[in-house]
């Protein structure tokens, strides 16, 4: 249990400068939204495409709640 909590919170730290170390940039891959989605799910939301967003950048998709 431990260590899915840790796998978790790397996820999320990997996320918040994914943007800024990764070669793909801002472009959401199927890596990037499996782990963008389960950070949402570890906080009780869900991963959804902003109204006004891109689906092919993650700055298109914010964590809402359900």
Same mark, same amino acid.
């Given at each position: 249990?431990r260590l899915? $909590? @840790?796998?978790? $919170?790397?996820?999320?730290?990997?996320?918040a400068?994914?943007?800024?170390?990764? =070669?793909n +940039?801002? @472009?959401?891959?199927?890596?990037?939204?499996?782990l963008a989605r389960?950070e949402?799910?570890?906080q +009780?939301k869900? $991963?959804v495409l902003? =109204?006004?967003?891109n689906?092919?950048?993650m700055?298109?998709?914010e964590?809402?709640g359900?």
């Amino acid at each position: 249990m431990r260590l899915a $909590l @840790v796998i978790c $919170l790397s996820a999320a730290g990997l996320l918040a400068s994914a943007c800024a170390s990764t =070669p793909n +940039g801002d @472009v959401a891959t199927y890596d990037t939204l499996r782990l963008a989605r389960e950070e949402c799910r570890s906080q +009780g939301k869900d $991963l959804v495409l902003r =109204p006004d967003g891109n689906e092919r950048r993650m700055s298109g998709y914010e964590c809402k709640g359900r």
